[in-house]
């Protein structure tokens, strides 16, 4: 008999379902996910966050998280890519 695969969420679920995961574990505000990414058996998902308040709010410490999740949303891993000031340039692309 032939091994049943767990229903697979949305896209848009997988996100949510993400930012809430990050938020619980790190304890930071969620931006937003940034990216959501099939794989063969689950998810990416990358996750954006505030890292350190600051004052002004222009020079926060923001950080990028990826997000592992199984198909059905249950979290594998996560950790931490990427930490750097509100505002930089993003290094793989050109100024926004």
Known sequence: MAQEQPPT???QDIAEVAVRDITQLTGKKPLGAT??????????????????????SSTDLLALYEVVLELDGELLAYHRTRRYGRGACDSTGGQS
């Open 9 to 11: 969420l949305p896209a």
């Open 35 to 56: 990216s959501v990414m099939p794989t063969d058996d689950g998810w990416t998902v990358e996750v954006e966050v505030v890292e350190d308040r600051r004052i002004p």
